[in-house]
C-alpha cells in the first residue's frame, strides 16, 4: 500500500557530508510518522531520526548537532543531511514511513535500504 523509494547515500571520507533521500508513494489517507533507521554490521537496526507529521523530530544521541531530517509533507518525502560523518555512520540506512490507509487502518513500510560508508 505503501512503497518508499531512496536514493542518496554513497562513500565519503570522515568529516564529509551525505544525504539522502526518501519519497513516498501508493494508496493511503495520510503518513504520520516518517524517518531514518540504520544497521551497521552484525548491529540491531537502530533509530537515526524520526519526524512527526507536524515536524517535531526526535534523533538518536549519536547524531544529534551532526544529522538534519526534514520532511516536505506535500510531496511525501523525508530527507536526511548528514554532516560531519564518523565511520562509526557506517550502516545501511533504511527509510520508514507509518501511514494510515483509506480503511482508517495504519501501515508502517519501509524502504529497500541505502548504502552508507564512512572511510577515515
Known amino acids: 500500500q505503501v512503497q518508499l523509494v531512496e536514493s542518496g547515500g554513497g562513500l565519503v571520507q570522515a568529516g564529509g557530508s551525505l544525504s539522502l533521500s526518501c519519497a513516498a508513494s501508493?494508496?493511503?489517507?495520510?503518513?504520520?510518522?516518517m524517518g531514518w533507521y540504520r544497521q551497521a554490521p552484525e548491529k540491531p537496526r537502530e533509530s537515526v531520526a524520526r519526524i512527526a507529521r507536524s515536524g517535531s523530530t526526535v534523533y538518536a544521541d549519536s547524531v544529534k548537532g551532526r544529522f538534519t531530517a526534514s520532511r516536505d509533507n506535500a510531496k511525501n518525502t523525508v530527507s536526511l543531511q548528514m554532516n560531519s560523518l564518523k565511520p562509526e555512520d557506517t550502516a545501511v540506512y533504511y527509510c520508514?514511513?507509518?501511514?494510515?490507509?483509506?480503511?482508517?487502518?495504519?501501515?508502517?513500510?519501509w524502504g529497500q535500504g541505502i548504502q552508507v560508508i564512512v572511510s577515515s
Open positions: 520508514y514511513a507509518e501511514a494510515t490507509l483509506p480503511n482508517g487502518q495504519t501501515y508502517s513500510s
Open positions: 501508493g494508496v493511503f489517507f495520510s503518513i504520520n510518522a
